[in-house]
């Protein structure tokens, strides 16, 4: 256990210094990450003040507490790997990977952790400058306060696993974009990313409900505003264990089933 953790801890010392080294790349990532729930923000907001003033029980400032809370919740969860793994296999770069002494799903761990670490102070300033400009109507509870953090991990984990595994179609083949796509589109949908769920329609609220998506994203930002009764937020943080199983018994069949037909294509 000893050597693992030096192993970790020096992957993790030199994932740091490439990502503190490429700071103009990191700013351009942050500023899409404020950008997407800003628009989303204001057109919800939007939306709410032409009406009545709410849909769906929302109003101007309900938005933008959950925008807001969804746009850290979103760079806590993020994870990038099934953009690159083509280019990995394609180009045969997976194949010094597969060399060394661990895994390689274990640097790709690091590279988020170490990211999310650098970036998490400037996205909290973000979240705070948005929230004294839009004013967020907050009314969360201590119970939520507490499950909220093991329910973030278990997003983040479903959220990597899943992604990691989507990735390895590229073992079968060179260009997955197609693949990426359709994934994006049903997560923007299902997640609660482009718009809280309880303003869809019944029929994707239960689609939402029985994939991954939502716990992958939308539960954990429901929970921390308090818009989940305790049954309800044990019930999701079970559920976001059982996905998180399912996860890892496709990621390690996947994973065996594609290491053994593996061969980089090269350019």
């Known amino acids: 256990m000893r050597e693992f953790a030096a192993i970790y801890v020096q992957q993790f010392r030199t994932t740091f210094a490439s990502f503190v080294q490429y700071r103009a790349s990191m700013l351009i990532w942050m500023i899409w990450h404020i950008l997407e729930p800003l628009v989303y923000l ?19 400032r309900d938005f933008s507490a959950y925008f807001i809370v969804l746009m850290v919740v ?15 296999v394609r180009h045969g770069s997976l194949s010094s990977a597969l060399l060394r002494p661990l895994h390689p799903i274990h640097a790709d761990v690091i590279d988020n952790v170490s990211s999310k ?3 998490l ?3 909290l300033l973000a979240a705070g400058i948005l929230g004294a400009f839009f004013r967020p109507a907050i009314h969360t509870t201590g119970l939520s306060l507490l499950l909220f953090l093991p329910a973030l991990v278990l997003a983040f984990s479903l959220r990597f696993i899943l992604e990691w595994t989507l990735a390895l179609a590229a073992f079968w083949t060179t260009r997955v974009s197609a693949v990426n796509q359709a994934y994006y589109v049903a997560a923007l949908f299902l997640s609660g990313q482009m718009a809280p769920l309880a303003l869809f329609p019944p029929a994707v609220r239960t689609a939402a409900a029985v994939l ?3 716990w992958m994203l939308g539960f954990p930002v429901e ?6 009764t305790a049954a309800e937020a044990c019930r999701g943080i079970a559920v976001q264990a059982v996905w998180l199983g399912v996860a890892l ?12 037909r593996y061969s980089a294509v090269g350019a």
């Open 42 to 60: 204001v057109v919800w907001s939007a939306v709410a003040a032409a009406g009545a003033g709410t849909v769906q029980g929302f109003g101007a």
């Open 121 to 123: 102070p400037m996205m």
């Open 74 to 88: 979103n760079h806590m969860t993020y994870t990038w790997i099934f953009y690159e793994y083509e280019y990995r």
């Open 117 to 119: 670490l650098i970036t």
């Open 249 to 260: 018994l496709l990621m390690r069949f996947a994973w065996r089933a594609g290491v053994r």
């Open 212 to 214: 991954p998506f939502r």
């Open 223 to 228: 929970l921390f505003l308090g818009r989940v």
